[in-house]
């Protein structure tokens, strides 16, 4: 007998079809449990916690994040902040000058 | 942690996609069973690829769950193989370390093709379709695919190859050598 592509399809579709009908009955009652499974689950909707995580991320970056400082107040910030640091080192200077003419006159 | 909702579906349309799954799960079990040689991974392989067309594809029109089934079956077969793949790699290296005393590696008696036994009793398998499924599992698992999905389930080479993730010249190509390998297999015995 010679075998061609069409009677070996045939052929082969016949034993797998023959093989499914004769499953067990363990096989069938687990077929039918996955069947259920599938059908009762609860769907996820994960974008709903993207969602709500990228709400609660918005707030705390517009609760957090910095008042913009215009250059003006930065610098003026910086020179008050220095010109307080050269009285100091002025005064420390008198204080050490004074110190020493003290000490040289006594 | 991701919320969950009940599915929301008209009575219809999970009746109908009960009879969907219905309709395919024996099949689809048989391909995954011939794919793993294994029936409970098989069944694990299904239950996997019915969770996915019902969670993320439950919403779509009836006609477009059938390619869709198919194509979650092969990837999740696909995986189900890579998985392997990995266990076996992971397997050699500790016995390359001396970590694994060699008992969980698979026995190959267990593993070796049933014997054939008299020819007389083969013929007799042949024609009952044993041989038949037998002969199938030797395939590789791209042949495998591309037959029963062709063959069996009846799709055409564009729907085959969406099925199996591949291009329509790669399903024929498949296609061509499984034939060839079950018709060489299958004539040995033939009167």
Redesign the interface.
């Known amino acids: 007998?010679n075998?061609t592509?069409d009677t070996?399809?045939d052929?082969?579709?016949?034993?797998?079809d023959?093989?499914?009908e004769h499953?067990d009955a363990r096989?069938?009652a687990?077929?039918?449990h996955?069947?259920r499974?599938?059908?009762a689950?609860?769907?996820?909707?994960?974008w709903?916690?993207w969602l709500g995580a990228a709400a609660c991320a918005s707030m705390l970056v517009v609760l957090v994040w910095p008042q913009p400082q215009t250059v003006s107040t930065i610098n003026t910030a910086v020179l008050e902040s220095d010109l307080e640091l050269l009285e100091d080192l002025d005064m420390l200077t008198w204080l050490s000058a004074q110190k020493l003419l003290k000490d040289g006159t006594s | 942690m991701p919320q969950s909702d009940a599915i929301k579906r008209s009575p219809a349309q999970q009746a109908a996609l009960n009879r969907f799954l219905g309709e395919v799960e024996r099949r689809a079990f048989r391909m995954a069973e011939i794919a793993t040689r294994n029936p409970d991974e098989a069944l694990d392989v299904v239950q996997d690829a019915m969770l996915v067309l019902v969670r993320n594809y439950g919403d779509r029109s009836e006609a477009d769950w059938r390619p869709l089934f198919h194509r979650i079956l092969q990837s999740r077969i696909n995986d189900w193989y890579r998985r392997r793949a990995v266990r076996a790699k992971v397997l050699v290296v500790r016995q390359w370390f001396g970590g694994g005393d060699g008992d969980e590696l698979p026995d190959p008696i267990d593993t070796a093709p049933a014997p054939r036994g008299e020819p007389g009793e083969e013929v007799d398998n042949q024609r009952s379709g044993a041989a038949i499924i037998a002969a199938l599992k030797t395939l590789p698992r791209r042949q495998q695919q591309a037959f029963m999905l062709r063959a069996w389930e009846g799709l055409d080479v564009a729907a085959t190859a969406h099925a199996m993730g591949c291009s329509e010249g790669s399903v024929k190509t498949h296609y061509f050598r499984a034939t060839r390998a079950l018709q060489r297999q299958l004539e040995v015995f033939r009167p």
Do not use: G
Not at chain 1, 11 to 16: G, H, I, Q
């Open positions: 007998m075998c592509p070996l399809v052929e082969v579709s016949a034993a797998l023959d093989s499914v499953l096989t069938l687990r077929l039918s996955a069947r499974t599938a059908l689950q609860k769907v996820e909707r994960p709903r916690a």
